[in-house]
């Protein structure tokens, strides 16, 4: 298999047919450390795949958009379903409560979150949590690269924070009612023990290569500088790069994403649930295999390409669950994925709206809990467009047998939740 070509004759490869294909909007609006990085590394080594271009993008120590901007909520570029509804994490929270109720409840019980965002879903979690008196058997452990967000997720959660510098937690706080939480950089970093693992909107982030078949064979998207030098444009490598080893995963496409790194994250969540026990949730944009290109940015709540102005917008792909199981389907069970509006239906999310309605104290209250349980709901929001998808130690599989993945059990569980306001 060929290297990736590093040399300027690349700029004579096909032009990638898609939408968007310059950015228009003049980068010297906005600041141009991000774009200055792409436009070196461009010139010296030649065109960037785009996973390489997201993971500088996104995570640059300098000038990434993660570690440098407080991107989530009304003033951001985007809001998820936890900022929008408590109603989702208290219905992952009666999830979690049966799962780990069907596995015997071990103690003490770990919850990791993969990228947690502002910390709001975690916050209803323990929330729930705590109404049940189970808040003493359990530790959170947050796997956060960016400071920012760790900072708005420590003054959220914690009554005081402490940072270390020699630690596999770069910091740790804890609840007011002493429930004590970890940050770390990598999900390697976490203790290996029991554990329940949630990925909120944590995998469509994660770089992605894009592939194309072409008249030659399979063929990798690659970024480039226009002539002027200005802008960025998509090119098509003159040969196979290492990334077209993925092909094989291309599932009838001609044109498709791959996320490596997804598959690596998932292959260390499969051996920690096989050898130390636990299950997993994944709550995201996704997919059965079927979408090509999903490839995109959000700026200020809008859909915009995604190599304009670069560092200035979050980009993200949506997540190919088929590849996902496929990567570890001989140590984890996977159940679904089903879309968000389904799962939070079965788990009864309507009674616990009523409960929330008639606790509310004026119209207004009321109106802000239906438009954000509308909008994690209906089919034309975020009902169907983010799945989910659970996972569990393939050596389960005869215990499911009798006691399967489903929502029967909570019962006691949502009557105890119901009164929670």
């Known amino acids: 298999m060929m290297a990736l070509q590093s040399c300027r004759k690349i700029i004579n490869t096909v032009l990638v047919e898609r939408k968007h294909f310059f950015s228009y909007i003049p980068l010297n609006k906005y600041d141009e ?62 999830w979690t409560l049966n799962e780990w109720t069907k ?20 916050h209803d979690i323990l929330r729930v949590y705590k109404r049940l008196k189970l808040d003493e058997s359990i530790s959170v452990h947050f796997v956060e690269v960016s400071d920012e967000l760790s900072k708005v997720q420590g003054n959220k959660l914690c009554t005081s924070v402490l940072k270390h510098n020699n630690k596999t937690y770069y910091q740790e706080g804890r609840t007011e009612n002493n429930v004590p939480i970890f940050w770390h950089k990598a999900i390697q970093d976490v203790p290996k023990t029991f554990t329940c693992i ?37 090119v098509i490598s003159s040969g196979p790069t290492p990334a077209c080893v993925f092909s094989k995963y291309s599932n009838g496409r001609e044109y498709f994403e791959i996320s490596p790194q997804s598959g690596l994250i998932l292959e260390h969540i499969a051996c920690m649930l096989e050898e130390h026990g636990g299950f997993a949730l994944i709550v995201d944009y996704g997919h059965n295999g079927e979408k090509k290109d999903t490839f995109r940015g959000f700026r200020n709540h809008k859909l915009v390409d995604p190599l304009e102005a670069p560092g200035s917008s979050d980009l993200t792909a949506d997540v190919d669950f088929t590849f996902l199981k496929n990567v570890t389907n001989d140590k984890l ?75 029967p059990g909570l019962k006691r569980l949502r009557n105890c939740c119901d009164s929670c306001s």
């Open 103 to 122: 596995l015997g409840s071990p103690k003490p019980l770990q919850l990791v979150e993969l990228g947690p965002g502002k910390g709001s879903m975690m």
């Open 198 to 234: 949630l990925a909120h909107e944590f995998f469509d982030a994660l770089p992605v290569h894009i592939l194309k078949q072409t008249v030659d064979g399979w063929r990798e998207v690659l970024i480039d500088l226009t002539e002027c030098g200005t802008k960025l444009c998509y």
């Open 33 to 94: 450390t991000c774009f200055n990085l792409l436009k070196s590394r461009i010139k010296f080594s030649g065109p960037l795949t785009v996973y390489d271009y997201m993971k500088e993008v996104l995570t640059n120590p300098v000038s990434g958009y993660y570690v440098t901007k407080n991107s989530i909520g009304k003033q951001g570029d985007f809001i998820t379903s936890p900022e929008i509804s408590q109603l989702l994490g208290e219905m992952v929270a009666l």
């Open 333 to 407: 069970l996977s159940f679904g994925p089903v879309s968000q509006r389904s799962f939070l239906k079965q788990l009864h999310i309507d009674i616990r709206l009523q409960v929330l309605l008639k606790s509310c104290k004026n119209e207004k209250e009321k109106n802000d809990i239906l438009s954000g349980y509308h909008m994690i709901m209906d089919t034309d929001k975020m009902g169907e467009c983010f799945k989910v998808m659970s996972l569990f130690p393939v050596v389960l599989k005869e215990f499911f047998n009798d006691f399967p993945v489903d929502t």
